[in-house]
């Protein structure tokens, strides 16, 4: 099974997946907590991102197809 990453929480006495999946008997997971201070850090970068995205492409850059995309 390839690895995929679920969202979750803790409820005080469990971790509770936010979606339903149906995880395998015995499947090994790993688990990272996620400080609530990185939500903030999130959009933050978010914003960066899409801010530095916007300056790299200008109004008056052509638009590409797929067709126009050529592989080596």
């Known amino acids: 099974m390839p690895g995929i990453t679920l969202n ?3 409820d005080g006495q469990s ?7 149906e995880i395998p008997g015995n ?4 688990v990272t907590m996620v400080s609530p201070s990185m939500d ?6 978010s914003n960066l991102a899409g801010s530095g995205l916007a300056l790299a492409h ?10 126009d995309v050529r592989r080596p």
């Open 40 to 45: 903030g850090d999130r959009a933050q970068w």
């Open 27 to 30: 499947a090994r997971l790993l």
């Open 8 to 10: 979750a929480h803790f």
């Open 15 to 21: 971790i509770v997946l936010d979606e339903p999946f």
């Open 58 to 67: 200008g109004d008056d850059e052509p638009e590409y197809r797929l067709t």
